[in-house]
């Protein structure tokens, strides 16, 4: 999500994605053979009963999440999310984990970061945690210049943003901008707590632990009362659980809608295979090639690069990942175009997902 993201305009066969890392070696990079394994990540893959994980059984699979997804739901947030709990702490063990995620609303009047935030609270082994994320309406990773003449302003909001969510919460954190980046520190040095992504102006969050299970129950719920009276899209995120809880979590709410997330181990030749499996909505992401820009534009500041094979609707895309964009702004899709042989757009993922 910090990183600058294009991808091809047009549906590929898997042949033509392919092609695309044998024009990658004729530039002197190092695609990856089709015969190749690779990790490929799989998304929102939609189904209508867990049990249909079993499609993906021919590959060896790791980090399987159920998703719980609700759309324009209008419920007590401190209901569901106790809910879950109360079945959490029946199943927990060392590996299991559950979070469940409500979207907030920002008062402050902010024009480079989205007024809607995200919260998570969640249930891990031993301890519970909430975890907010900003999002801005562009994305300036560390090192770039763009955007320089705003940065106070985005400062200025984001310490502001953040503010409000720990007013709301009371929780014991302090806020600072020291070298250009909002620096969040508990006064409770005791208690796990962390800050990701504060020197990109894009996605930034903290995460504040707690041993106390109950802790955010009540607090979270006020948050997410910022976002009404309009419905939200709120997602519960299962890991590790046997299927006898997944029954029980699955008894929560009626009108759930259910999907996967996870990697899989696989040749890359395999990827069709895969996207067959998991027709009609979910999505995986491969990759291709990794190199550093340096390789290609020597006078240029170097970054790193990640070529990647995306499927979804049962066709075939192309994706460029970079840390940073080494060229300015309207030179970056031509390049790109250059070396992967296909027209691009400027593509960010969503933060919230």
Same mark, same amino acid.
């Given at each position: 999500?910090?990183?600058?993201?294009?991808?091809?305009?047009?549906?590929?066969?898997?042949?033509?994605?392919?092609?695309?890392?044998?024009?990658?070696?004729?530039?002197?990079?190092?695609?990856?053979?089709?015969?190749?394994?690779?990790? #490929?990540?799989?998304?929102?893959?939609?189904?209508?009963?867990?049990?249909?994980?079993?499609?993906?059984?021919?590959?060896?699979?790791?980090?399987?999440?159920?998703?719980?997804?609700?759309?324009?739901?209008?419920?007590?947030?401190?209901?569901?999310?106790?809910?879950?709990?109360?079945?959490?702490?029946?199943?927990?063990?060392?590996?299991?984990?559950?979070?469940?995620?409500?979207?907030?609303?920002?008062?402050?009047?902010?024009?480079?970061?989205?007024?809607?935030?995200?919260?998570?609270?969640?249930?891990?082994?031993?301890?519970?945690?909430?975890?907010?994320?900003?999002?801005?309406?562009?994305?300036?990773?560390?090192?770039?210049?763009?955007?320089?003449?705003?940065?106070?302003?985005?400062?200025?909001?984001?310490?502001?943003?953040?503010?409000?969510?720990?007013?709301?919460?009371?929780?014991?954190?302090?806020?600072?901008?020291?070298?250009?980046?909002?620096?969040?520190?508990?006064?409770?040095?005791?208690?796990?707590?962390?800050?990701?992504?504060?020197?990109?102006?894009?996605? #930034?969050?903290?995460?504040?632990?707690?041993?106390?299970?109950?802790?955010?129950?009540?607090?979270?719920?006020?948050?997410?009362?910022?976002?009404?009276?309009?419905?939200?899209?709120?997602?519960?995120?299962?890991?590790?659980?046997?299927?006898?809880?997944?029954?029980?979590?699955?008894?929560?709410?009626?009108?759930?809608?259910?999907?996967?997330?996870?990697?899989?181990?696989?040749?890359?030749?395999?990827?069709?295979?895969?996207?067959?499996?998991?027709?009609?909505?979910?999505?995986?992401?491969?990759?291709?090639?990794?190199?550093?820009?340096?390789?290609?534009?020597?006078?240029?500041?170097?970054?790193?690069?990640?070529?990647?094979?995306?499927?979804?609707?049962?066709?075939?895309?192309?994706?460029?990942?970079?840390?940073?964009?080494?060229?300015?702004?309207?030179?970056?899709?031509?390049?790109?175009?250059?070396?992967?042989?296909?027209?691009?757009?400027?593509?960010?993922?969503?933060?919230?997902?």
């Amino acid at each position: 999500m910090r990183e600058r993201r294009w991808e091809t305009t047009t549906p590929l066969t898997f042949g033509q994605a392919l092609a695309v890392g044998e024009r990658l070696a004729t530039l002197g990079l190092k695609p990856t053979a089709p015969a190749q394994d690779v990790i #490929c990540y799989v998304e929102e893959w939609t189904v209508n009963s867990p049990d249909e994980f079993d499609q993906l059984d021919p590959w060896a699979t790791e980090d399987l999440t159920l998703i719980h997804i609700r759309e324009r739901w209008r419920g007590d947030f401190f209901l569901l999310s106790g809910a879950y709990h109360t079945v959490y702490q029946r199943h927990q063990d060392v590996g299991t984990y559950c979070s469940i995620s409500h979207p907030w609303r920002i008062r402050e009047g902010l024009r480079l970061h989205d007024q809607r935030g995200m919260f998570w609270i969640g249930f891990r082994h031993a301890h519970s945690f909430i975890r907010i994320r900003l999002q801005t309406q562009a994305v300036i990773t560390p090192g770039e210049v763009r955007g320089d003449a705003e940065r106070a302003r985005w400062l200025d909001e984001r310490r502001a943003a953040f503010l409000e969510a720990i007013a709301v919460l009371d929780l014991p954190i302090e806020t600072h901008v020291e070298k250009q980046a909002v620096v969040l520190r508990s006064s409770d040095t005791s208690i796990p707590f962390f800050c990701s992504w504060p020197d990109a102006f894009g996605p #930034c969050q903290f995460e504040y632990n707690t041993p106390d299970a109950f802790e955010f129950l009540v607090p979270a719920s006020k948050l997410a009362e910022t976002f009404g009276p309009e419905p939200a899209g709120v997602r519960s995120y299962l890991t590790g659980f046997s299927e006898a809880a997944l029954a029980e979590f699955e008894a929560i709410e009626p009108g759930v809608r259910y999907a996967y997330r996870c990697s899989v181990h696989c040749p890359l030749d395999d990827l069709p295979e895969i996207l067959i499996a998991i027709r009609p909505d979910g999505i995986l992401y491969a990759t291709l090639c990794e190199f550093q820009t340096h390789t290609l534009l020597p006078e240029h500041d170097d970054a790193s690069a990640i070529i990647g094979i995306v499927g979804v609707n049962g066709q075939f895309k192309i994706e460029a990942r970079l840390n940073h964009a080494p060229l300015p702004e309207d030179a970056m899709a031509p390049w790109l175009e250059r070396v992967i042989g296909h027209p691009v757009v400027y593509a960010p993922l969503p933060a919230f997902v």
